[in-house]
């Protein structure tokens, strides 16, 4: 008989989290089944924009975070990756160390950030803290991930370095097949309001009138209504209508897997985007938009160092900037097997026998205000059971699998509205 085959489960909240976990579930276990896991949240993950990642998991399954405590599946498992919001993760490391705590063997736990680390990085680190392996992306986060974890009585020996799992593709070399081509990254919140956002747009448009030899993309993340881990309320689709004067032929609005935009990318431009360190990876000149100011709250201020700060003035004068090589070291790019070390903190955690339960920094003998909210919000009570939902007459194992049919026949008529309906109602406004 052959033996049963190794098994990794992503537990993903959005499309560009499951881009995360499913790359990461590919560079520390290649060789094992990859089943998704989805949670029933506002930014669940369209077919299309699963289609968009790229990346084919061979079970996938759409689940609440309460669901999981008892789901022998994912608990026989043998590597589990949450790739999720830190709240979510603290529940689960909380309930999860508590349902498992009577079984032989439960699954390693891995857990990180989808990109760089520029805000509420203690707030979001010590959500995490208690997974068997807490990923960073970087050796700078890798020393502050550490500091942090020692200071207050976490592993710190958790913290692995590692790099952005997308961080591939072939070196930049330019082609004289195709225009010169600037793709501007999108971000679904920064800038966040509608007139930064069409001011933007505006500055893409005179740039292509300026170049018209140059081809101009706009690299969209999502369709109207679509969500992403960030709510996009002023989409470029719906503002490209709006600009002073009709958009010149050669901007485009595309999709698609930014590893594919990058193929044919000759200057990357963004306000502070992950695609940044993808573009930096394979040498492509990267420019960090300055126009709406080098701030906290735009993420652009995290490449301060890298030598690629730059205006929409300087780039319709030419300019292509290149990185800082010892910022770019710093930051991981250009890594030979990055994850190796990871790999081998699994393996050293198998080798070690039974794993001791998990334990998550926020107790609720630590924080039980905190925790107990933080519980509540996620579907669990103190114990890490699934809160009890509202009693009725029937059999509960019935109500249960109707409330499941409900939710999932919901949340279809609540994406075929919102992605269709609403923006089809929208066009008819403007016209």
Same mark, same amino acid.
């Not at 195709?178 to 966040?192: D, E, G, M, N």
């Not at 509608?194 to 005179?206: F, G, I, T």
């Given at each position: ?32 089944a ?9 930014a ?31 608990? #026989?498992?043998?590597? =589990? ?26 699954p ?8 760089v680390?520029?805000?509420?990085? =203690? ?10 392996? =807490? ?39 330019p082609?004289?097949d ?15 309001s ?13 740039h292509a ?6 081809? =101009?993309?706009?690299?969209?993340? #999502? ?25 010149? #032929?050669n ?71 290149? !990185? ?15 994850y ?13 026998? !039974? ?18 909210g ?9 114990k ?21 049919v ?26």
């Open positions: 008989m052959s033996p049963t085959p190794r098994r990794i489960a992503v537990l993903a909240d959005s499309d560009t989290r499951w881009k995360w976990g499913a790359s990461v579930a590919r560079q520390i276990a290649p060789d094992h990859l089943d998704a896991y989805f949670l029933r949240t506002r669940t993950p369209t077919e299309r924009q699963l289609a968009e990642v790229g990346i084919v998991p061979d079970t996938q399954r759409e689940v609440t975070a309460a669901e999981l405590v008892d789901d022998e599946e994912f608990a #026989s498992a043998d590597i =589990v990756v949450l790739a999720i919001v830190g709240g979510t993760a603290l529940a689960l490391v909380h309930s999860l160390g508590l349902a498992w705590e009577a079984r032989a063997e439960r390693v736990t891995v857990t990180g950030y989808v990109g680390v520029y805000e509420k990085m =203690v707030d979001g680190l010590l959500t995490r803290a208690g997974a068997d392996v =807490v990923l960073a992306n970087s050796a700078y986060d890798t020393g502050r991930f550490r500091d942090v974890f020692a200071n207050v009585g976490v592993d710190p020996d958790s913290v692995v370095e590692c790099a952005l799992p997308f961080l591939g593709g072939d070196p930049y070399a082609s004289g195709r225009p010169f081509t600037l793709t501007f990254a999108v971000q679904p919140s920064v800038p966040k509608r007139d930064e956002r069409l001011s933007l747009l505006e500055r893409a448009a005179a009138r300026r170049h018209p030899e140059r081809l =101009v993309l706009m690299k969209l993340r #999502s369709l109207p209504g679509e969500h992403t881990t960030h709510v996009e309320a002023n989409p470029y689709q719906e503002l490209i209508g709006k600009l002073a004067e009709p958009a010149p #032929s901007l485009q609005l595309v999709y698609g897997n930014m590893g594919e935009v990058l193929d044919r990318t000759d200057l990357l431009v963004t306000v502070s985007s992950t695609a940044a360190l993808e573009s930096m990876h394979r040498n492509i000149p990267t420019a960090i938009l300055t126009d709406f100011g080098v701030r906290e709250a735009h993420g652009n201020h995290y490449f301060v160092e890298s030598g690629c700060l730059t205006s929409w003035d300087e780039l319709d004068s030419g300019a292509r900037p290149r !990185p800082d090589p010892a910022w770019t070291a710093a930051q991981g790019i250009g890594k030979s097997d990055p190796a070390a990871t790999r081998a903190r699994i393996a050293a955690l198998r080798a070690s026998g !039974p794993l001791p339960q998990l334990r998550p920094y926020y107790s609720p003998q630590r924080a039980g205000a905190y925790l107990g933080v519980l509540e919000r996620n579907g669990f009570d103190e890490g059971r699934p809160l009890p939902v509202s009693s009725g007459a029937g059999d509960g194992s019935l109500k249960s699998a109707v409330r499941g409900t939710r999932r026949g919901a949340k279809r008529l609540y994406r075929m509205g919102y992605q269709r309906v609403a923006p089809a109602l929208r066009r008819w406004g403007q016209t």
